[in-house]
């Protein structure tokens, strides 16, 4: 099985509105971090936002947030007010278990983002 | 500044050819990943090495090689026993551990080298 499933190959939206891309994963660890990154036709992979499985909160960072629904398994990438520059793909990851049991992240297909001014 | 430094960033290889990446780091991180991206499909673990002299193999290794001789550097050797070589490969570090409540552990990526066998 898929551990990380991302069902939206692509997704339009229109500048500064919000959109939201799917992420859902499947694991037996119960502790375990879910990451997304955002990927520019350049190449380089790029950090946006982490959330613990045991945070209760969802995480926040700037423009972008995660809507960490835990019994649904899902990771939801939400960006608000897009921007022309938030056109990129966009890899929903997750690492298994502990850290101390090394940081491996396996990644989804992504999804490519495309903003329309 | 600290960073990932991949050379070269676009490589040609006939087939039969060994070829080798390079991957440095900077950042002091004691752990280094090997992952390759294929259009369609994300980013899959070749190898990766939580500390000198050590490595594991990822999901597809079969075909590639690695070394860890210095906690900097993690080369990455596309063997002509690769099938079907031509790909973005990307090398990644990461802090393994840290005490610090925020840690998250995320991946430090570099800008990648694209392999074409021709």
């Known amino acids: 099985a898929q551990k990380i499933t991302q069902t939206q190959p692509g997704m339009f939206v229109q500048e500064k509105e919000a959109v939201t891309l799917d992420c859902t994963y499947d694991?037996?660890?119960?502790?375990?971090?879910l990451f997304w990154y955002k990927q520019p036709s350049s190449g380089e992979m790029i950090f946006l936002i982490y959330?613990?499985?045991?945070?209760?909160q969802n995480a926040t960072e700037g423009r972008y947030s995660l809507n960490f629904q835990k019994a649904r398994k899902s990771a939801n990438l939400v960006i608000s007010a897009s921007q022309l520059g938030d056109s990129a793909m966009y890899f929903c990851?997750?690492?298994?278990?502990?850290?101390?049991?090394?940081?491996?992240?396996?990644f989804g297909a992504g999804t490519i983002l495309r903003v329309k001014s | 500044d600290g960073g990932i430094t991949q050379s070269p960033k676009y490589l040609f290889r006939k087939e039969g050819q060994n070829v080798t990446l390079s991957c440095e780091q900077n950042?002091?991180?004691?752990?280094m990943y090997w992952y390759r991206q294929d259009p369609g499909q994300g980013l899959r673990l070749i190898y990766y090495?939580?500390?000198?002299?050590?490595?594991q193999k990822g999901d597809i290794a079969e075909g590639y090689s690695v070394s860890r001789e210095k906690k900097e550097s993690f080369p990455l050797t596309v063997t002509s026993a690769q099938k079907n070589p031509t790909a973005f490969y990307l090398c990644?570090?990461?802090?393994?551990?840290?005490?610090?409540?925020?840690?998250?552990?995320?991946?430090?990526f570099g800008e990648g080298s694209r392999l074409t066998v021709l």
């Open positions: 990644a570090s990461s802090i393994d551990q840290s005490k610090d409540r925020g840690f998250t552990g995320e991946l430090f």
């Open positions: 694991t037996s660890d119960q502790s375990y971090g």
């Open positions: 959330q613990g499985s045991y945070d209760e």
């Open positions: 990851a997750m690492r298994e278990g502990i850290l101390e049991y090394g940081n491996k992240l396996v």
């Open positions: 950042l002091n991180h004691d752990a």
């Open positions: 090495s939580q500390i000198v002299n050590d490595f």
